[in-house]
């Protein structure tokens, strides 16, 4: 059995994995009245003794569907695993397909999106695999449409999985920029304050200085008056 400790579970990967694929069925790009859907999980890593149980239970396969689409389901088939399918159920912005159990080799869904309505500016969908037991055995991916300009002029869309970006990192230097920025203003603000004071104290020792002179030279001039007299 293997054990680990001091782990963060954010380093762990996902001991599933998931893919899905939106492509419309006339050959166009972006999103068309109808798309076909292919949605594969599978397990990220080989197989061993210790795993093969953990995957003989009740899985769920979640295809997230993109605003203003469902799914045709008279038209949902498991490519070779029809058998596996026990039930499917469809909620707002997601099928989700219930499996008897994952095959090592992973299973592929298939299906039609049909559009109901046009929805703008159309939010990224989460399709995602878990174990229905144990939900925090699980694989996820996002879907994004992206959208550009050709070299024609013409906007153009395309569905791709979502990638991470910089902005985090961007973000945090900016922040610590700012913070050191701030803290160097402030230290040097600080400094010229202290600064400051230390004239003060300065110039007042030099003024008590001169007062001192001035008493000192009128108790010498009263007693030399004293003496002539």
């Not at 996902?14 to 949605?39: C, F």
């Not at 949902?76 to 058998?83: L, Q, W």
């Amino acid at each position: 059995v293997a054990a680990k400790w001091n782990v963060d579970a954010q380093d762990e990967p996902e001991p599933l994995q998931v893919t899905a694929r939106w492509a419309s069925e006339d050959g166009g790009s972006g999103l068309q009245e109808t798309m076909k859907v292919r949605a594969c999980a599978s397990p990220r890593e080989e197989v061993t003794d210790e795993t093969r149980s953990l995957l003989a239970g009740y899985h769920i396969l979640s295809v997230g569907l993109f605003s203003g689409y469902s799914a045709r389901e008279s038209t949902i088939v498991a490519e070779g695993f029809e058998k596996l399918v026990m039930r499917t159920e469809q909620s707002s912005g997601a099928l989700e397909v219930y499996l008897d159990n994952l095959p090592e080799g992973g299973v592929c869904v298939t299906f039609v999106a049909q559009r109901d309505h046009m929805v703008e500016m159309v939010q990224p969908v989460a399709s995602a695999v878990f174990d229905y037991y144990e939900p925090g055995r699980r694989g996820e991916e996002v879907l994004q449409l992206a959208v550009a300009t050709d070299a024609a002029g013409q906007i153009t869309t395309s569905v791709s999985p979502a990638t991470t970006t910089d902005s985090s990192e961007s973000t945090t230097q900016a922040g610590s920029e700012d913070t050191t920025s701030a803290g160097s203003e402030s230290t040097t603000s600080g400094s010229a304050e202290t600064t400051t004071e230390s004239e003060s104290t300065t110039v007042g020792g030099s003024s008590s200085s001169s007062d001192s002179c001035r008493l000192t030279a009128a108790a010498g001039t009263a007693v030399l008056l004293r003496l002539l007299l």
